[in-house]
Nanobody, 121 residues
């Protein structure tokens, strides 16, 4: 079965950095897209950054100058480097992938369990 294992969350002071990593397993075919979303307290899930099927990496406007996302395609991992963190970045961060099922042509969204990022003032 598909599993997304997240790591790297924790507590950091404002202005600091964290690196979130996610490893996907149970997927037999190349993963078209991977990325990170987050859920702020009391709010809906929102885009942080993604590596799409094609084109440039996508970032939320609030993150694009501070965060960097990249993939290891061979290892089915995605990494989010977060710099200049702000208290408003405090959220549960979820790894995401859009991946083919065993048929090799149906695609589904998959989500990690989430990792807490807390940025203190």
């Amino acid at each position: 079965q598909v599993q997304l294992v997240e790591s790297g969350g924790g507590l950091v002071q404002a202005g600091g950095s964290l690196t979130l990593s996610c490893a996907a397993s149970g997927i037999s075919f190349p993963i078209p897209a991977m990325g990170w979303y987050r859920r702020l307290p009391g709010k809906e899930r929102e885009l942080v950054a993604t590596v799409p099927n094609s084109g440039s990496n996508r970032y939320a406007d609030s993150n694009k100058d501070r965060f960097t996302i990249y993939r290891d395609y061979a290892g089915n991992t995605v990494t989010l480097q977060m710099d200049s963190l702000k208290p408003e970045d405090t959220a549960v961060y979820y790894c995401y992938c859009n991946a083919y099922d065993a048929s090799g042509w149906r695609r589904y969204d998959y989500w990690g369990q989430g990792t807490q990022v807390t940025v203190s003032s």
